[in-house]
């Protein structure tokens, strides 16, 4: 098959199997409103599906507009993403419903470069938006389509590269139908997410394996090309986990820099003396912390050694006022509570008071 028909034939055979084998059943399809469709693109980001669909539901259920999010507190949109990671998402998410209801009306835009202008939408995103939620004729570039594209034509380099990422974009708009834009776009994520995968692609069924470069040469291991290895930075860190006679769990908030910002996380000092004296500004105890054993938590950029100490029956000595940066929190407002996964991994693991 030459290239014309290859492409002249692609979106037909990407309908054939979705209409067999696709999604058609995910939430935010059923309405598929701007909002719900902005919503989910953002918590799909770095996510997978099945883990995004309860936070997605909980989230609508809480916030179900433009106006209800922009209106909500930080502390509640952290509280309703927090496990899902890369925070920063959640903020942007909040800051951009604030400037939907400043600049247009508290509805999403339908306007490409509107969208644009709004923190956490880049160009894949915005095209995502327009095509599901408004029918318009816009590609998509995620990570699923780029793998599709990359071994279907047989793309060399990474493709972080703007080179290659600028050779990918002009192949994903060539390739867009003049109709079902939105079943179009969504095929396109259901085919790298189920078939071709990262690993192990299943290629004997896939729409279009007859034309596929990767597989014809045996280099579906090899495409898309890896990102140049780079090494991560280790990072460490104390965490105090202090509990009162009532069972209540000291937190402070992170503020300034950081993907924790805006959520509640234990205390976190450099080592254990200045964890003793980080806790002691704050509750009066007796004896030494017990060591709970260390784990590792990874982020995009660094991996976080965590070494956590805890005190049992400490006595509070602060009053807390509104709006301070610590809290003592009981077992039954933490879920309530945006906290980083890998605290609420920790007060999970190592507490019979909570529930979380």
Not at 334 to 355: C, D, M, W, Y
């Amino acid at each position: 098959m030459n290239t014309a028909a290859s492409i002249g034939t692609f979106a037909i055979r990407v309908f054939g199997w979705f209409d067999r084998h696709g999604r058609h059943d995910l939430p935010w399809q059923h309405p598929r409103e701007p909002y719900r469709v902005w919503l989910s693109e953002i918590m799909l980001q770095q996510t997978q599906v099945q883990t995004a669909i309860p936070y997605f539901l909980r989230f609508v259920r809480d916030l179900p507009n433009v106006a209800a999010l922009a209106a909500a507190e930080s502390g509640q949109v952290m509280a309703l993403w927090s496990g899902l990671g890369y925070y920063a998402r959640a903020r942007n998410l909040h800051g951009a419903a604030k400037l939907c209801v400043q600049h247009h009306g508290g509805e999403l835009p339908g306007d490409f470069e509107a969208l644009l202008a709004l923190p956490g939408i880049g160009r894949s995103t915005a095209g995502a938006i327009l095509a599901q939620a408004f029918e318009q004729r816009f590609a998509i570039l995620d990570g699923n389509v780029k793998r599709v594209l990359t071994r279907w034509r047989g793309i060399e380099g990474w493709p972080g590269t703007p080179a290659i990422e600028k050779k990918l974009w002009e192949l994903a708009e060539s390739l867009l139908p003049a109709e079902r834009l939105p079943d179009y776009t969504q095929a396109l994520m259901d085919l790298g997410a189920t078939l071709c995968t990262r690993a192990n692609p299943t290629c004997a069924i896939c729409p279009i394996q007859a034309d596929c470069i990767a597989r014809i040469r045996s280099r579906t291991h090899e495409l898309p090309t890896a990102k140049p290895s780079k090494i991560q930075p280790e990072r460490e860190c104390t965490m105090v986990l202090a509990f009162d006679p009532q069972g209540r769990v000291l937190l402070q908030r992170r503020d300034g820099p950081g993907v924790w910002n805006g959520l509640w996380s234990l205390p976190q000092a450099e080592d254990s003396e200045s964890a003793t004296q980080l806790l002691a500004q704050h509750a009066r105890f007796n004896g030494e912390p017990a060591p709970l054993p260390g784990f590792v938590h990874i982020f995009s950029h660094y991996r976080l050694h965590i070494a956590p100490l805890r005190w049992n029956d400490v006595r509070p000595i602060d009053r807390i006022a509104e709006g301070d940066i610590t809290r003592w929190a009981a077992p039954d407002e933490l879920q309530g509570i945006g906290l980083p996964a890998p605290v609420r991994k920790l007060l999970t693991s190592t507490s019979e008071h909570f529930n979380i």
